[in-house]
């Protein structure tokens, strides 16, 4: 499975990007789907899990509300629209694939990684 991110650049804080998660390989909608970030200097951290047949399955409770997954099944590409983006949403974000599901640790499950896009959020 190959997954190429695209979508990220420079927004002020208050405005919006939306990610494109592309995928491609055998069996892709048998995978459990990954967004994940990474702030400069911090640890990679969970944003959302998302399912093709079933949609989201969780998201992380600093996104709910304004960070929403979709997916164009027909393309294989999964969506991560930002609104209301602040400062602190600043990171690397990268989309993940996985045949498993580890509810405690999604990460764990994910099998594939893209490169990643960067998102800046200026204040």
């Known amino acids: 499975v190959q997954l190429v991110e695209s979508g990220g650049g420079l927004v002020q804080a208050g405005g919006s990007l939306r990610l494109s998660c592309a995928a491609s390989?055998?069996?892709?909608?048998?995978?459990?789907m990954g967004w994940f970030r990474q702030a400069p200097g911090k640890e990679r951290e969970f944003v959302a899990a998302f399912s093709w047949s079933d949609g989201v399955l969780k998201s992380v409770d600093s996104v709910k509300g304004r960070f929403t997954v979709s997916r164009d099944n027909a393309k294989n590409t999964m969506y991560l629209q930002m609104n209301s983006l602040k400062p602190e949403d600043t990171a690397v974000y990268y989309c993940a694939a996985g045949s498993r599901i580890y509810y405690s640790n999604y990460a764990r499950g994910m099998d594939y990684w893209g490169k990643g896009t960067l998102v800046t959020v200026s204040s």
């Open positions: 390989g055998r069996a892709v909608s048998a995978y459990v």
